[in-house]
């Protein structure tokens, strides 16, 4: 019996279906890699899909086979800039140091990444405001993670018992106000040059002023991190 050349044989539906998952895998990433730029220079009030997939260069109909809607685009370019910098901020973060420390690399890292990536920043901290319902209770459930971890200061603070209830939530509404400032009026001049209020936002309520002083003297004297690829 004859049989059909290879290139003519039908693939196993196994890996027909993997180079369709990898292929839809690539176009999103691309797609969310456009939107993020766009979001970001045009505002999420002021971005079209047809803006997305211009910028993108899909069809509409592929967009909507990978996204319910704009929205749905938007907090899915939401997610990926926060697991970006949740993981390089966890791996700056000194294992076994002190609290202080821990805080005090977190900071600087976050600081470094709007540096480095402001149309991130301006998505994540600012287009998030504006993005409706879904995008902002997920913006909500990020800053709400970082309250258990600010509330370790406690632990090492001399005077936890004088410290308000609410005072992670304070801080934390204190930090995302100042970033998103920053971010907004063009004003971000450098790590070294906002380090300082942020851990004295941050770190001083707990430990004190003149640990935080050191924190920063010492956060100076140490040798640049390597950037991140």
């Given amino acids: 019996m004859v049989s059909l050349p290879e ?5 196993p539906a196994g890996r027909h279906r993997l180079s369709r998952e990898v292929l839809a895998e690539h176009q999103r ?3 969310l890699d456009a939107a993020t730029e766009v979001f970001a220079k045009r505002g999420y009030q002021g971005t079209t899909i047809d803006n997305i997939v211009a910028a993108a260069q899909i069809g509409v109909g592929r967009f909507y086979e ?28 000194p294992a076994g140091a002190e609290w202080s420390e821990q805080a005090g690399a977190a900071l600087r890292t976050l600081l470094e990444r709007i540096e480095a990536e402001p149309l ?25 993670g970082v309250i258990p971890l600010l509330a370790r200061g406690r632990e090492a603070s001399p005077v936890a018992s ?5 005072l992670e939530e304070a801080i934390v509404g204190g930090l995302a106000w100042l970033l998103q400032q920053l971010v907004v009026r063009g004003e971000f001049d450098g790590v070294e040059a906002h380090l300082p209020d942020l851990l004295e936002i941050a ?19 140490a040798p640049p991190a390597v950037p991140s690829p």
């Fill in 29 to 31: 990433e691309r797609i």
């Fill in 7 to 11: 290139h003519l044989s039908a693939k």
């Fill in 120 to 144: 991130h920043a301006r998505v994540a901290l600012v287009e998030v405001q504006t993005a409706g319902p879904a995008a902002l209770a997920r913006y909500e459930e990020t800053t709400d």
């Fill in 203 to 221: 770190v001083e309520p707990y430990v004190g002023a003149a640990v935080t002083a050191s924190l920063l003297d010492s956060s100076k004297s």
């Fill in 162 to 166: 004088e410290l308000p209830s609410r």
């Fill in 66 to 93: 990978l996204f319910a809607n704009k929205s749905d685009c938007f907090v899915q370019v939401y997610e990926r800039i926060v697991a970006d910098a949740g993981e390089r901020i966890g791996a700056a973060i």
